[in-house]
């Protein structure tokens, strides 16, 4: 069954550098997403991605962060300059295929921890 | 925006009784609702989702409902497992036409499935 895989699963920086987080969607679905889950607390919506561009994104997903999709498999999110209070659990999400169109699937997770 | 409560926190039953999780949602446009199982350590996996145009659906020992009028819908699971033991989140969210909607969570419910 195809899924949504997520690299590195657990990624460890200083406050200030700059990370990038690497998602696979699932191959042939349209829509990506971002969310983040604080420990403990519910799961938040990032951003959205279609046609190669922002669909939506929170209020949370200020100038510090950026969506790419750099070639037809990767979506990545990248954080400029970390802080403490960016250490979340980051899932990556999509969506769209033409049998289940509101279907999000759901990756393993990237836990960040900012030091 | 949307907003999605959830109840209860955290719930304990023994193997085979009932287990029930309610959410309220705020957004009388909002048309789809999914409900999330989170393991220890994984992503969200989806279970069972609804929408707007349905009172009610099944598969195998778990069902959701929703009430638009009232603007909330539950998951229930029957002859609960320990298998079943985990954090259940519901969402909702506006999908329409080719536009996918972000997905706003509840808080989680905690599930313990004694043997």
């Known amino acids: 069954e195809p899924e949504v895989t997520q690299t590195p699963s657990h990624q460890v920086t200083q406050m200030g550098q700059e990370v990038i987080l690497r998602c696979v969607p699932i191959?042939?679905?349209?829509?990506f997403y971002w969310y983040r889950q604080i420990l403990g607390q519910k799961v938040e919506f990032l951003v959205s991605f279609y046609n190669n561009e922002i669909s939506e994104k929170s209020e949370i997903f200020d100038d510090q962060f950026s969506v790419e999709r750099p070639d037809g498999s990767n979506f990545t999110l990248k954080i400029r300059s970390t802080k403490l209070e960016d250490s979340a659990m980051y899932f990556c999400a999509s969506s769209g295929s033409l049998a289940s169109r509101d279907e999000q699937f759901f990756g393993p997770g990237t836990r960040l921890t900012v030091l | 925006g949307e907003n999605v409560e959830q109840h209860p926190s955290t719930l304990s039953v023994q193997e085979g009784d009932s287990a029930v999780i309610k959410c309220t949602y705020s957004?009388?446009?909002?048309?789809?609702f999914p409900w999330y199982k989170q393991e220890l350590g994984k992503g969200p996996q989806l279970i069972i989702d609804?929408?707007?145009?349905?009172g009610e659906k099944k598969d195998q020992r778990i069902a959701v409902t929703l009430n638009k009028t009232a603007k909330h819908f539950s998951l229930h699971i029957t002859e609960t497992q320990p298998e079943d033991s985990a954090v259940y989140f519901c969402?909702?969210?506006?999908?329409?036409?080719?536009?996918?909607?972000?997905?706003?969570f509840g808080k989680g419910t905690k599930l313990s499935v004694k043997p």
């Open positions: 609804i929408r707007s145009n349905v």
């Open positions: 191959s042939n679905h349209l829509y």
């Open positions: 957004d009388s446009a909002s048309n789809y």
């Open positions: 969402a909702a969210s506006l999908n329409y036409g080719g536009s996918q909607g972000n997905l706003i």
